[in-house]
């Protein structure tokens, strides 16, 4: 099961502003970078967001995050039908059982 | 370009072992660290297992520990993922997708090979 938390819907009308949370822990968020990915329907996930804050080539500005403590979040501005998809936060975890790769549960998107 | 080429994937029996591959090309294989993530049918991303570039570090989730186990062939730029005891749960998409180096976050994904564990 996932240790980091998301509202599993999200949505708004076109050029919204749309902000999704993920709320972590110490062993996890608090202490290790955070990476948004965007799925679209049928397809593989794409990375969004990575180091808590800093955008891949080629991903707009729309998309920003941020990191406070243990929660990250996700913002979608000026919010475009094509944005219509699922998104999941990522983390590495420091457990006693040794390093492990946490996604959120994952936030669906809906543009109306 | 980028290719990752997930194979292997198909029905399997409760008990049951299935290796996939995922082939690489358009990138020095050998300089990146890998992982195999999976998604069963209609819920999230789970990620299943980590391998360094050189295969000298390796981590599982719990979910799979003991059962599963993450390989890959440099000289062939192939990565591999050897599954035993499968169970039901197991049943979901695996997809094998590259870390990249500066940004430490899996930039290029494969399209994913189905894999059902069912009697």
């Known amino acids: 099961q996932s240790v980091l938390t998301q509202p599993p819907s999200a949505s708004g009308t076109p050029g919204q502003r749309v902000t999704i949370s993920c709320s972590g822990s110490?062993?996890?968020?608090?202490?290790?970078?955070v990476y948004w990915y965007q799925q679209l329907p049928g397809t593989a996930p794409k990375l969004l967001i990575y180091?808590?804050?800093q955008r891949p080539s080629g991903v707009p500005d729309r998309f920003s995050g941020s990191k406070s403590g243990t929660s990250a979040s996700l913002a979608i501005s000026g919010l475009r039908s094509e944005d219509e998809a699922d998104y999941y936060c990522?983390?590495?975890?420091?457990?006693?059982?040794?390093?492990?790769?946490?996604f959120g549960t994952g936030t669906k998107v809906t543009v109306l | 370009e980028v290719q990752l080429v997930e194979s292997g994937g198909g029905l399997v029996q409760p008990g049951g072992s299935l290796r996939l591959s995922c082939a690489a090309s358009?990138?020095?294989?050998?300089?990146?660290?890998m992982n195999w993530v999976r998604q069963a049918p209609g819920k999230g991303l789970e990620w299943v297992s980590y391998?360094?570039?050189?295969?000298?570090?390796?981590y599982y989730a719990d979910s799979v520990k003991g059962r599963f186990t993450i390989s890959r062939d440099n000289a062939k730029n192939s990565l591999y993922l050897q599954m035993n005891s499968l169970r039901a749960e197991d049943t979901a998409v695996y997809y094998c997708?590259?870390?990249?180096?500066?940004?430490?976050?899996?930039?290029?994904w494969g399209q994913g090979t189905l894999v059902t564990v069912s009697s």
């Open positions: 391998i360094s570039s050189s295969g000298s570090t390796i």
């Open positions: 997708a590259r870390v990249d180096t500066a940004m430490a976050g899996n930039d290029y």
């Open positions: 990522a983390a590495w975890d420091d457990s006693l059982s040794g390093p492990l790769y946490v």
């Open positions: 110490s062993s996890n968020i608090g202490s290790n970078y």
């Open positions: 358009g990138f020095t294989f050998s300089s990146y660290e």
């Open positions: 180091r808590n804050n």
